[in-house]
Each structure stands twice: as C-alpha cells, then as structure tokens.
C-alpha cells in the first residue's frame, strides 16, 4: 500500500512558477511509474505528466508541453512538478498517481492541492 501526499499548491499570479511535491511511503518507490493529474471544477480528472522507475522516461499531455517538468527522486521517496508560465487554464486541483511498472492504471492516489493562477 503506498500513501501519497502532495504539497506546494497555492495561489500565483499568471505567468509565475509553482513547484507541486509528493511524498511517498509505505512500499519500495522504485517499483512504480508516478504520475501527476489535475482536475478542474466542473471538469473531469485529466493526466498531466507522467515518469517512470529511474526518471529516464517523462511523459507530458500537449498543454503543458515546455512548460511543466516532472521529476523524482527515488532515494527520498519524492516526486515533483515545476509548473512554469502558468495560466488561469492551469487552476485545478493536482493529484499525485503511483501505479506497478506494467500496470495500465493508476491504483494509489494522493489528496489533491490546489493550484489557483489568478489573470
């Protein structure tokens, strides 16, 4: 069972940079590919980035392509995202995601923050 907690949400004005962190525990870090999602209100859950076991492998969705760079660190259980250049469009609450290498889908999911980008 692994537990995810994100953290470093808030408020920046469009433009600025925030940097989103998770923490992990509870089981052997290294095993799982991380993932970063955001939900929007009245919009569904969407994926944002995504990077495997040893960080040699990112993956980004097309809107925060050059703009958002998604990172772990497998010896402190962490994993985070610089978010750069935001937009209002970017306001959303972001969820850390941790799934088995192999598997197709996400199973642990951290509480969310919030990320609020104000014009």
């Known amino acids: 069972q692994v537990h995810l907690v994100e953290s470093g949400g808030g408020l920046v004005q469009a433009g600025g940079s925030l940097r989103l962190s998770c923490a992990a525990s509870?089981?052997?870090?290294?095993?799982?590919?991380m993932g970063w999602f955001r939900q929007a209100p009245g919009k569904e859950r969407e994926f944002v980035a995504t990077i495997n076991w040893n960080g040699g492998l990112t993956y980004y969705t097309d809107s925060v392509k050059g703009r958002f760079i998604i990172s772990r660190d497998n010896a402190n259980n962490m994993v985070y995202l610089q978010m750069n250049t935001l937009t209002p469009e970017d306001t959303a609450v972001y969820f850390c995601a941790a799934k088995l290498r192999g598997r197709d889908e996400y199973n642990y999911w951290g509480q969310g923050t919030q990320v609020t980008v104000s014009s």
């Open positions: 509870g089981g052997t870090f290294s095993l799982y590919t």
